[in-house]
């Protein structure tokens, strides 16, 4: 029998599309012989994974998971082609064991490509893989993220919900404070807050100086029209900057459930102090495709 070595199986991997475990087997089933194993793996099914791989994944779902201590929490979105499959119950197990996994990573999406598959053989690619071949929609884990508070609580919302924890538009707060349970109510409400207002930053400093001098210079231009002196003219920048940090840092926002005090003032009455947050919006920067379904349909059955 032939050698079965891993270059040989990652080739069968590129040209299929298949689970690590998948073409190591095609390849033991075909004594190595590369071409039987590729049509093994089709006559299996399981190569159809990598037909799907070049269409547009856009629709999916976003999860937000908490660890037991309410220490951790991590975002994953994974990405599917239409929303009829983020309904699908497999599609959402997955998902949910793909994210408890997430909590357990250094919070890098290489990592959690690479962590072991929460059930089976193979890594958490190699079930996507495998999830792609037995729905038979392109599917993509695209981002995660990880965030802790190892002195508070870390609260989730996510918005639009599909299922639990499960929606549209994820978020997590990470709040330090004396009082757990109250820390992590605090953190829901500016979790909801962060969803529907979809803040820049936490703070003014940590706000990226490219976007601030943008705006700057963008206001500095508008004022110059006004004819003012040039000492007016600092005084008006500056006041505009202070409205754009109003619009966009989460601390200096007004907070949706109490516009009469912004987001720091309402932590600092609930006696917590803000960590960082994080927001996934589902498909958010993908440019998605517009089929026409209809004429698509038509296509396939013209000549029939």
């Given at each position: 029998?032939?050698?079965?070595?891993?270059?040989?199986?990652?080739?069968?991997?590129?040209?299929?599309?298949?689970?690590?475990?998948?073409?190591?087997?095609?390849?033991?089933?075909?004594?190595?012989?590369?071409?039987?194993?590729?049509?093994?793996?089709?006559?299996?099914?399981?190569?159809?994974?990598?037909?799907?791989?070049?269409?547009?994944?856009?629709?999916?779902?976003?999860?937000?998971?908490?660890?037991?201590d309410?220490?951790?929490?991590?975002?994953?979105?994974?990405?599917?082609?239409?929303?009829?499959?983020?309904r699908?119950?497999?599609?959402?197990s997955?998902?949910?064991?793909?994210?408890?996994?997430?909590?357990?990573?250094?919070?890098?999406?290489?990592?959690?490509?690479?962590a072991?598959?929460?059930?089976?053989?193979?890594?958490?690619?190699?079930?996507?893989?495998?999830?792609?071949?037995?729905?038979g929609?392109?599917?993509?884990?695209?981002?995660?993220?990880?965030?802790?508070?190892?002195?508070?609580?870390?609260?989730?919302?996510?918005?639009?919900?599909?299922?639990?924890?499960?929606?549209?538009?994820?978020?997590?707060?990470?709040?330090?404070?004396?009082?757990?349970?109250?820390t992590?109510?605090?953190?829901?409400?500016?979790?909801?807050?962060?969803?529907?207002?979809?803040?820049?930053?936490?703070?003014?400093?940590?706000?990226?100086?490219?976007?601030?001098?943008?705006?700057?210079?963008?206001?500095?231009?508008q004022?110059?029209?006004?004819?003012?002196p040039?000492?007016?003219?600092?005084?008006?920048?500056?006041?505009?900057?202070?409205?754009?940090y109003?619009?966009?840092?989460?601390?200096?926002?007004?907070?949706?459930?109490?516009?009469?005090?912004?987001?720091?003032?309402?932590?600092?009455?609930?006696?917590?102090?803000?960590?960082?947050?994080?927001?996934?919006?589902?498909?958010?920067?993908?440019?998605?495709?517009?089929?026409?379904?209809?004429?698509?349909?038509?296509?396939?059955?013209?000549?029939?």
């Open positions: 029998m032939a050698q079965i070595t891993a270059a040989l199986v990652k080739d069968l991997r590129d040209r299929t599309g298949a689970g690590m475990m998948d073409a190591k087997k095609a390849l033991v089933e075909n004594d190595g012989e590369m071409e039987a194993a590729v049509d093994w793996l089709r006559a299996k099914g399981l190569s159809k994974a990598a037909k799907k791989s070049g269409r547009t994944a856009a629709d999916g779902l976003v999860a937000a998971v908490l660890s037991d309410g220490k951790k929490g991590a975002l994953v979105e994974l990405n599917a082609e239409t929303d009829f499959v983020a699908n119950e497999k599609f959402q997955a998902l949910g064991q793909i994210a408890n996994t997430a909590l357990e990573t250094d919070g890098t999406l290489e990592a959690l490509q690479g072991k598959a929460p059930a089976g053989d193979g890594t958490v690619n190699d079930m996507i893989t495998g999830l792609v071949a037995t729905i929609e392109n599917m993509t884990l695209r981002r995660t993220a990880k965030i802790e508070a190892p002195n508070g609580q870390v609260a989730a919302y996510v918005h639009s919900a599909e299922a639990p924890n499960m929606g549209k538009i994820g978020v997590l707060v990470a709040l330090e404070g004396a009082d757990a349970d109250k992590s109510e605090a953190g829901r409400k500016v979790a909801m807050h962060v969803a529907a207002t979809s803040p820049a930053s936490a703070t003014t400093a940590d706000l990226d100086p490219e976007l601030v001098e943008r705006e700057r210079q963008v206001l500095t231009d004022a110059k029209e006004s004819g003012k040039d000492n007016v003219i600092e005084k008006m920048i500056e006041g505009r900057l202070k409205k754009f109003k619009e966009v840092v989460l601390v200096e926002q007004p907070f949706v459930m109490n516009p009469d005090q912004t987001v720091g003032q309402f932590l600092e009455e609930q006696g917590t102090k803000l960590v960082g947050f994080v927001r996934f919006t589902l498909g958010e920067g993908i440019d998605k495709e517009d089929d026409d379904f209809a004429a698509e349909v038509a296509s396939m059955t013209s000549g029939s």
